[in-house]
T-cell receptor
Framework: ETGVTQTPRHLVMGMTNKKSLKCEQHLGHNAMYWYKQSAKKPLELMFVYSLEERVENNSVPSRFSPECPNSSHLFLHLHTLQPEDSALYLC???????????????FGSGTRLTVV | GEDVEQSLFLSVREGDSSVINCTYTDSSSTYLYWYKQEPGAGLQLLTYIFSNMDMKQDQRLTVLLNKKDKHLSLRIADTQTGDSAIYFCAESSGGGADGLTFGKGTHLIIQP
């Protein structure tokens, strides 16, 4: 158990479906992140929330919509996805302290998403 | 933009040392990290190094940093079958809620 829990572990969805990925941490961290891991590509940072406010959105298509209702929970709402969106979606959290190494950066096990 | 490069595969014999290399382009990188990802799992932090250091050792792991050449390496001594995984190099420019920039990962293959 890593301290960051992601559900579901696997998800298959059609291009017209709406689904949500969930991430939960009880590590007392202030920052949470969504990453996308595609085959043969670097991990791509999608969204960053710090103290429940979105601080970064790396040009992610609007069909991905994040939500951070509190410091322990992070969601990624999915809507009309494309097959190229199939990937492993990783959530992470950290203390988010300025000028300190992110040695407490903790990843979840990910949700394996397949869009058909 | 910032870039982190790694070779995709490394094959070593069990018991030998593994050396995984990484180069980065962001001169403002403050911290550099090595993560390990086993199949079906998330990323596990192995070690990190501050940019004003040139070496860090932690049990079987040795990290070397050449800041002038922007080159980072991870040496795993006495490589075991349990070390088989994908190893990611990552950098950040100052901590905080910045997120990390990752390489594509190096798949370490252990031969008996």
């Amino acid at each position: 158990e890593t301290g960051v829990t992601q559900t579901p572990r696997h998800l298959v969805m059609g291009m017209t479906n709406k689904k949500s990925l969930k991430c939960e941490q009880h590590l007392g961290h202030n920052a949470m992140y969504w990453y996308k891991q595609s085959a043969k590509k670097p991990l791509e940072l999608m969204f960053v929330y710090s103290l429940e406010e979105r601080v970064e959105n790396n040009s992610v298509p609007s069909r991905f919509s994040p939500e951070c209702p509190n410091s322990s929970h992070l969601f990624l709402h999915l809507h009309t996805l494309q097959p190229e969106d199939s990937a492993l979606y990783l959530c992470a959290s950290s203390q988010g302290t300025l000028r300190q190494p992110e040695e407490d950066y903790t990843f979840g096990s990910g949700t394996r998403l397949t869009v058909v | 933009g910032e870039d982190v490069e790694q070779s995709l595969f490394l094959s070593v014999r069990e018991g030998d040392s593994s050396v995984i290399n990484c180069t980065y382009t962001d001169s403002s990188s403050t911290y550099l990290y090595w993560y390990k990802q086993e199949p079906g799992a998330g990323l596990q932090l192995l070690t990190y190094i501050f940019s004003n250091m040139d070496m860090k050792q932690d049990q079987r792991l040795t990290v070397l940093l050449n800041k002038k050449d922007k080159h980072l390496s991870l040496r795993i001594a006495d490589t075991q079958t349990g070390d088989s995984a994908i190893y990611f190099c990552a950098e950040s420019s100052g901590g905080g809620a910045d997120g990390l920039t990752f390489g594509k990962g190096t798949h370490l293959i252990i031969q008996p």
